[in-house]
């Protein structure tokens, strides 16, 4: 699988919002940089993943322009715009940011090691 497959596979097990989809395509010495901290290993990620999905109800999460900004056959890196709609109390709301994530291939697989998302600058 490509770096690139590894990515759109990612957006796919987002959306299923079971955090057992997503923990084996991010490495377990991940660190994931979110608007509310800081979230190292998988138990930190898992448990900050679970908490946005209770948040957002119905959620539809997906990525645009993705761009290769470094891309061996050891590492990747891309940019990216998240997008995402979800319910929050009933009510409807969507939003954009942006993202960079890393992947790392170990033993042939890739797993992302550091993903980063943030809100656009004002």
């Given at each position: ?6 990515m ?48 957002l ?66």
């Amino acid at each position: 699988m490509s770096a690139d497959d590894h990515m759109k596979l990612y957006e796919a097990k987002i959306n299923l919002r079971r955090f057992d989809e997503v923990e084996p395509l991010i490495s377990p010495e991940a660190v994931f940089w979110f608007t509310d901290g800081t979230h190292r290993g998988i138990d930190e990620i898992r448990t900050a993943f679970e908490r946005t999905w209770r948040t957002l109800q119905n959620e539809v999460y997906w990525l645009e322009d993705l761009e290769w900004i470094g891309l061996s056959e050891t590492v990747a890196s891309c940019t990216y715009r998240f997008c995402w709609k979800a319910e929050i109390d009933g009510e409807t709301f969507e939003g954009t940011g942006r993202g960079t994530t890393v992947l790392r291939n170990d033993s042939g697989r890739w797993k992302i090691i550091h993903e980063h998302l943030s809100r656009f600058p004002n």
